[in-house]
């Protein structure tokens, strides 16, 4: 083994410009494979990081406009979701609605605790079963329950962070249960302090349903009516229960059954769906572009090797004579192609993940504003284990098959011809 790394190493040596131009090429091929992947991670990943807060068995319905006439009304008609419609869906689907729950908010209000003043406060009215769709983690005391929207209680749940500002940096939020808040013309008993996600636009302070309608003045209208589901496993089941969602909502609005227009629903499930099968042919696409970049260097590692079966042709045929099989003739040949991928694959390779690190540290840290939320451009690109046991299953794979035809080419010469050779 000793003097097959030292024949390689004296064939390298004595080509090293060659060598080295080739071996460029490879480390170039796997370096874009790992870069090209790390940036998809984390592109995947940074759409996905809004999803992390809420349940991804969630469905939103909306009212939007009718697109057909029925039942003597003209088609653009615009319809409005009720509290009864929040009862008919859990009463028609109890064996698949788990939670159900609807909000909604005011901004612009004031609060005001002692002698501080905060202002641009949203007031978002909800139900019990908000906690469950969005995963609320609470630091302190509890969230909204039953008795507070039957009662229409003036308690309210705040933000980790507004209670930060409260404390003045401090994190004691247990101190606040039960003291009381200001906002707008309104006192508010504290129940609770909830993890508010610090990259988004997540400043909702909570407070029950009911006594949100009392204090913005509203009617039974709703503006969404959101709920979390069970049982429905696949994309077709999703679509056939939006189907009859849809059709149990019509007869109370007086909407055609097969009007698909009128009422808007929103499934996280399904869109998480159509996102896993965006990012598998996201990664396909990068592994493809990857692959055939790292296939150039691949055909000039193989292109390096005929030309040394050429300038060697010579010894290859006094080996022979001296009893060297062509076996041994193609392991010479094949183990050089390794191991110049290898070498020059591990360096690329090494480039590759330090460019995600400095990727994450870079792009990864940038934001950008959306829709009023600061979202980061890339998140943790980076390539796990996994890749780099594809890439060097990948690396022996091209070393080989750069060296193969070389190889053959070299043990199928004859010793007398090897031998006239110049």
């Known amino acids: 083994m000793q003097d097959l790394f030292t024949e390689i190493w004296e064939s390298v040596r004595r080509n090293k410009l060659r060598t080295a131009l080739t071996g460029f090429s490879v480390a170039w091929g796997i370096f874009m494979i790992i870069v090209l992947l790390g940036a998809g991670n984390g592109l995947m990943n ?10 991804s068995n969630i469905m939103e319905v909306f009212g939007s406009q009718t697109t057909k006439p029925y039942a003597g009304f003209k088609e653009g008609r615009r319809i409005e979701l009720k509290k009864a419609d929040m009862e008919l869906i859990a009463k028609r689907f109890p064996d698949i609605v788990d939670q159900i729950s609807t909000s909604i908010s005011r901004s612009g209000f004031t609060m005001t605790y002692g002698k501080k003043y905060y202002n641009s406060v949203t007031l978002a009215g ?14 302190a005391g509890r969230f909204i329950n039953a008795n507070d929207i039957k009662e229409k209680r003036k308690v309210i749940v705040l933000t980790h962070l507004s209670a930060r ?11 606040l249960i039960g003291k009381r808040v200001k906002v707008g013309n309104l006192s508010f008993k504290i129940i609770g302090v909830r993890h508010s996600h610090e990259n988004q636009n997540d400043r909702d302070l909570y407070i029950p349903f009911t006594t ?37 909502l019509a007869g109370p609005h007086q909407v055609a059954p097969d009007d698909e227009g009128a009422f808007w629903i929103w499934n996280r499930f399904t869109q998480n769906l159509q996102m896993q099968k965006g990012s598998k042919a996201l990664q396909t696409g990068l592994w ?12 000039g590692v193989s292109n390096i090797m005929l030309i040394t079966v050429k300038e060697r042709t010579h ?47 870079t792009l990864g840290q940038a934001t950008m504003d959306l829709m009023g939320q600061s979202i980061r451009l890339l998140v943790n690109p980076k390539v796990g284990i996994d890749v780099a046991v594809k890439a060097t299953v990948l690396l022996i794979v091209a070393g ?5 035809m070389p190889a053959r080419r070299a043990a199928k010469v004859r010793p007398i011809e090897a031998l006239r050779a110049d």
């Open 400 to 404: 080989t098959l750069a060296g193969l």
């Open 46 to 55: 940074s759409f996905n990081q809004d999803s992390e807060g809420f349940a």
């Open 126 to 139: 909800t139900f019990p079963g908000q906690a469950t769709m969005e995963r609320i983690r609470l630091y």
């Open 212 to 248: 949100s309608q009392t204090i913005f003045g509203m009617d039974d209208s709703l503006d969404r009516i959101s709920f979390t589901f069970n049982g429905l496993d696949s994309e077709e089941a999703n679509e056939e229960f939006e189907k009859r969602l849809k059709s149990a």
């Open 315 to 361: 010894e290859f045929g006094i080996r022979k004579v001296l009893g060297a099989k062509p076996w041994n003739i193609m392991l010479l040949i094949i183990a050089e192609s390794i191991v110049i991928t290898a070498f020059f694959g591990y360096i690329g390779m090494l480039l590759g993940l330090g460019a995600c690190e400095l990727m994450d540290n």
């Open 165 to 175: 500002n409260i404390l003045e940096g401090d994190t004691d939020y247990e101190s």
């Open 288 to 299: 493809i572009v990857g692959i055939f970049t790292l296939l150039g260097g691949i055909v």
